[in-house]
């Protein structure tokens, strides 16, 4: 397996990278944070903001951007998979993990990554940087819940040994760190 860090490619030649998206190589600031985050919301269709947030909603709103963005380094973590540029942060995808007030040893998990960039290889190389940093941080299962209709991220999830269970109008993902 590739480091996390190591510079990887989209099928156009594009190179991006994989970083803990408080990382000081970023140079990124939470409001400019916030602002990648909204860019590269706007770069998914809706498919796939039903499939992320269970909802059509056309932006995030400033308590969403704020819940995103407020991570700790060890219970909130969130990783990004990002476009080189100097002039600004290019966010192609991010995955998250939020440790869980009644289980310690536990996260819930999520990942979302551009329309452009879906099926490249980009969501299956933020999940392995998430479970490696919920590994390092204690976690012992990342827990999600997934509709059944996005049938690439539960193939990722399988493929990544997760097992799955049915929970209502979802699927639930858990995978052992």
């Not at 998250?96 to 819930?108: I, K, T």
């Amino acid at each position: 397996m590739a480091p996390s860090n190591c510079t990887r490619y989209l099928d156009d030649g594009t190179p991006y990278r994989v970083y803990d998206c408080t990382e000081p190589g970023l140079h990124v600031n939470r409001e400019q944070w916030k602002q990648a985050m909204l860019e590269a919301f706007a770069l998914l269709s809706p498919q796939s903001r039903w499939q992320r947030f269970a909802s059509g909603s056309a932006s995030l709103t400033e308590a969403q951007l704020d819940y995103l963005t407020d991570v700790d380094g060890s219970s909130r973590v969130a990783c990004c998979a990002v476009i080189p540029d100097r002039r600004k942060v290019r966010g192609i995808g991010i995955a998250r993990y939020v440790r869980l007030d009644n289980d310690p040893d536990c996260a819930e998990f999520a990942v979302t990554v551009i329309d452009r960039c879906q099926g490249q290889g980009v969501g299956r190389a933020l999940m392995r940087h998430l479970i490696g940093e919920a590994r390092r941080n204690g976690i012992k299962t990342l827990v999600g819940n997934v509709l059944p209709s996005n049938t690439r991220m539960l193939a990722l999830c399988r493929a990544l040994g997760a097992t799955t269970s049915r929970d209502g109008d979802f699927i639930r993902v858990s995978l052992m760190c």
